[in-house]
């Protein structure tokens, strides 16, 4: 598979949505995905939380994933709405998110608790090295839509983020967002 000579292609990406065209691949994740990951309970377990559009080629270290997020506003408790987060399967495979609409939070943590948060908007493009776990955040009102790249044998850890929880949460203070230490991680 890693050896297959694949035909060039393209995709169309809408900025405001997140579809793709094509569109082979959507994931979608409900609240009661999210058991047990925010502070507080969740109350209406069948709202949609994200869709994840992914461009379909080998997951191989020769390729390169790419896959679109639409994560929707909203808040369980204090907690702004945020992916599960996961560090890569093979820890040093690094990825690059390109933020298309909205604005939220990027919350990239270490094994051993380092913890950094940069901003998500419209053109900015972070970086994720290898070996830092990555959760995105939507801090605004309307849906954070982005764009990742990531090489295609990343792979996904999410148990460990699932049992630990990130070092810090995000949450609305009286001021806008607050990034916060996280009463229930689990240091390593
Ligand atoms: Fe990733």
Known sequence: MSDALLEPFSVTIDFGTGALV???DVL??????LD??????????????????????PKTGNNLLSSTTVL???????????????????RDRAEIY????????????????????????PGVANYVPGHW??????????????????????????????????PVIVVEGNDGPQVQPNPRYVTS
Not at 40 to 53: K, L, N, Q, R, S
Not at 72 to 90: C, I, L, M, R, S
Not at 98 to 121: H, I, Q, W
Not at 149 to 157: K, L, N, R, T
Request: hydrophobic content about 35%.
């Open 22 to 24: 094509p569109d082979p």
């Open 28 to 33: 979608a994740r409900r609240l009661a995905d």
């Open 36 to 57: 047990g990951y925010f502070l507080a309970d969740i109350t209406d377990p069948e709202v949609g939380a994200y869709t994840v559009h992914e461009v379909r080629v």
């Open 72 to 90: 929707e506003p909203g808040k369980v408790g204090d907690e702004y709405f945020f992916t599960k987060g996961h560090f890569h399967a093979n």
């Open 98 to 121: 390109l933020t298309l609409s909205g604005e939220g939070v990027l919350v990239m943590a270490l094994d051993d608790g380092r913890t950094v948060t940069k901003e998500m908007r």
């Open 133 to 166: 776990a990555h959760r995105s955040v939507n801090t605004g009102t309307t849906p954070l839509v982005f764009y990742a790249v990531y090489i295609g044998d990343a792979g996904y850890d999410y148990a460990t983020i699932a049992e630990r929880g990130f």
